[in-house]
């Protein structure tokens, strides 16, 4: 079974309490973390083209309470992300090694109503108070963690769930965070769950096909 909780891992130092926000009582720090409306968001990569397997974590990710989606880069073509469209998430994308048509994926960002936001080869953005930093690769990945620039920094490529507390050259921690390869290419597929408010993250595997709803699939354009 590839799931586990990271939580007990979770240094003191890498809990920010100047990151709370309190304007009503939805986010308070409690000493040991948060517990009231946590953020959560499904981490991904790798998913080449495999537009069910895909689906398929989302949609439990948005179960267990996910609210937006990092996509880690390997997407391929462009119109596979179209699968997440049902699910009305916000979707952060970024290319991986396999380009595909960086054209068209622009294209599908620029859609109305698009709920996709390319990146380019790298991204840099706050969520949940968190300072995010994504890249396909794990060297660059590692490399920006040491900076102490973000609270969180993910990756993917060598297809490989990784979720580790690494010190930088600030005096902290940051979280590096690779969700393997959701498309299960060489390896099974797996997706993060990540709580940005307590800053705990689960590797879970994807859903065997007979537990996942799968109707839309078939309506999906392709172009």
Known sequence: MLSGDYSERLPQASICTACAVDPAPAQRYSGGGYSINPM??????????????????????????????????????????????????????????????LYNMSRLAAEPASLFRYHGQDAGFTLAERRIFMVHYPHYARAMACTGDYDLVCCGHDHRPTVESMPNIKGGTTWYVNPGTVGGIGAEPTYVLADLTAMRFEVLAVPAADSVSTPQRWAIPRI
Not at 50 to 79: F, I, M, Q, S, W
């Open 40 to 101: 959560k968001i499904c981490i991904l990569s790798d998913s080449h083209d495999n537009r069910y397997l895909l689906h398929a974590a989302v949609e439990d990710a948005k179960a267990r309470g996910a609210a937006a989606v990092l996509h880690c880069g390997d997407v391929v073509a462009p119109t596979t992300l179209r699968v997440l469209q049902q699910h009305a998430l916000p979707v952060h994308v970024i290319h991986g090694n396999n380009t595909g048509d």
